[in-house]
């Protein structure tokens, strides 16, 4: 791989066929940009031949030549669409497609640092921006310095001083542009900073529209949005002005090139050093060469001024083996340690063992660690220090997505997609047959709401699943994990949102599923864990306690604690 097109690579985020598909646009741009100067010479002839008389005869080398220039501008025209659009359109749709691929196997502790609109701005807009770099900016730019170097070559073998008077002009024009790389690049990035703040805010505002009309703060709320949309608009008009005050003033200093040809051809012809041929050709020349420069200043402030989002690309991704033999499925931390973006220490030295057979309930204060816990067991982000075994096997040596297939997974922000009622449960099994599903869903007892919707188990949910109630939406969550029977079972307030018949009846159920696995629970209410066969109190990012509930009562523990407080807060009343 050469230097030039590892370069392309990294700068706009390509493929290494995207980076060798722009190398060949450079190349059919030079090559159209050269042609395109074939009128020009054929002017030349008609000239000289009309200057010295010899006219006569030469109709039909003229008719040819102007269908062979014709001729050679649509076909180098059209390499230059195929090698520029074509291409930059099939490496768009590459580049989206490792975003997402790199999207998967990038650890949760990245999408911490990210909100939603960041993620939404680096997949499409930054996708949209380099489309648009990829296809006009940088070939046009590249191809027009590569063919006027050549055709500046040219002009001082016909004389070396009207090329002078022809290119000086080329050198301070860019210069110009490259001197305001510092000021379009802070433009720029409060630009983006600004765009940020306003799509942040209208993403809040629709999340929480609900809450803002609840407490009529509507008008506050939409008058600070619409500060945040004015200030975007107003510094975009300040970004334009920034780069049009130095690509005006470049512009405007190309075209006096024009002015100082025509001068020193004035001169130089008076003198007797060129004749009126070589004045006109000139003067053809720079006229036709100005053009795509102008473009080009255009188009290398746009470099300037765009940036790519790598940080997805360039982002550490958590990989391993693909296929594991584990040992069992006991869950062993040892004395395990993290941090959320190596500052905010979550976890200090946590060590437990949660057995296969064995229900094993994470309880503590809030803030203590728990869904933590659950998330490192599934390798959703990686420790920072320790170890955390499955079966004897170092979790971060096992590919994350292998590593899933040993785990069944109920958040207590249940996610649904809009989607039926059926497909949402069968994301457990994506091959689970319709038998299979359905009998799932009874053991969650989905049957009970699914039946009297419209369209019974085919019927649309919504986004995430804004046709259905709080606990509705976690039964399908609780189905899913019944039909993906895994041997470890995670379940984060797996039951909160549900009602006490409701609960009751679906614990019974878990007490089938759960069977010779490993279960980990997240619970804050106490009547949960009770039946545990041991609870871990998690406090302040370490284990502070843990046994069986019979041993943790039996003494002034923090489990004894949190359960008669729970007792006292059952009998409060209005």
């Known amino acids: 791989m050469s230097s030039l097109q590892a370069k392309l690579q990294h700068r706009y985020a ?33 000239v000289r031949d009309y200057l010295q008389g010899t006219m006569a005869g030469r109709g039909v080398f003229y008719l040819i030549g102007c269908l062979l220039c014709l001729a050679l501008i649509a076909i180098t025209t059209l390499i230059q669409y195929r ?76 004389n070396w001083k009207m090329a002078i008077a022809a290119l000086w002009v080329l050198p301070v024009s860019f210069l110009i542009v490259g001197c305001s790389r510092k000021v379009q690049k802070s433009l720029s990035k409060k630009q983006m900073k600004l765009k940020m703040d306003c799509a942040d805010g209208i993403q809040e505002c629709l999340e929480t529209v609900r809450d803002l009309r609840a407490n009529n703060a509507q008008a506050e709320y939409m008058e600070g949005l619409e500060g945040k949309i004015r200030a975007v608009e107003k510094h ?11 690509v005006g003033g470049a512009q405007m200093i190309l075209k006096l090139g024009i002015a100082t040809v025509a001068l020193t051809g004035g001169i130089l012809l008076v003198r007797g050093e060129i004749d009126v041929l070589t004045f006109f050709v000139f003067l053809l020349l720079v006229s036709r060469m100005y053009d795509p420069l102008q473009v080009a200043l255009q188009n290398l402030a746009a470099i300037i001024s765009t940036g790519v989002q790598s940080e997805i690309l360039s982002a550490k991704i958590q990989t391993g083996a693909d296929t594991m033999d584990p040992a069992g499925y006991d869950i062993e931390f ?177 007490s089938k599923l759960i069977r010779n696995k490993t279960v980990m629970i997240i619970a804050h209410r106490m009547r949960t864990v009770a039946d545990s066969d041991k609870i871990v109190v998690l406090k302040d990012g370490v284990v502070a306690e843990q046994g069986t509930p019979a041993e943790l009562e039996a003494k002034d523990s923090i489990y004894r604690h949190m359960k008669a407080t729970q007792m006292e807060a059952a009998g409060w009343t209005l």
């Open 236 to 246: 975009a008009l300040t970004t334009e002005l920034g780069t049009a005050v130095f």
């Open 334 to 510: 040892s004395h395990v340690g993290f941090s959320y973006d190596n500052q905010d220490t979550v976890l200090k030295d946590v060590t437990f063992t949660a057995k296969q057979g064995e229900v094993t309930a994470l309880i503590g204060p809030s803030g203590g660690g728990k869904t933590t816990v659950s998330r490192l067991a599934s390798r959703f982000w990686d420790i920072h220090k320790g170890k955390i075994t499955v079966g004897g096997m170092d979790i971060s040596t096992i590919d994350p997505e292998t590593l899933m297939s040993l785990y069944a997974i109920v958040f207590q922000d249940v996610t649904l997609f809009n989607n039926t009622v059926m497909e949402n449960i069968r994301i457990g099994r994506q091959d689970a047959t319709d038998e299979e599903v359905l009998a799932a869903a009874k053991l969650a007892h989905c049957d009970e709401f699914a039946e009297k919707l419209p369209n019974g188990w085919q019927t649309m949910i919504g986004e995430n699943g804004s046709e259905l109630s709080g606990g509705e939406r976690q039964r399908i969550s609780i189905a899913r994990a019944f039909l993906k029977d895994a041997p470890i079972i995670l379940l984060d307030e797996a039951t909160a949102s549900l009602d006490v018949d409701n609960e009751t009846m679906i614990q019974e159920s878990l």
């Open 83 to 158: 090698a520029t659009f074509l291409a930059t359109y099939v490496e768009s749709g590459v580049r989206r497609i490792a975003l997402a691929e790199q999207l998967r196997k990038i650890p949760l502790s990245f999408f911490g640092k990210k909100d939603l609109s960041d993620l939404t701005s680096a997949i499409m807009s930054d996708c949209a921006t380099m489309e648009t770099a990829s296809s006009h900016y940088v070939p046009e730019l590249v191809g027009s310095c590569i063919s006027t170097t050549l055709i500046a070559i040219g002009t001082f073998f016909m």
């Open 14 to 46: 390509l493929s290494e066929k995207g980076a060798q598909d722009m190398m060949k646009a450079f190349v059919s741009v030079t090559i159209s940009d050269l042609v395109l100067m074939f009128p020009v010479w054929m002017l030349y002839f008609l």
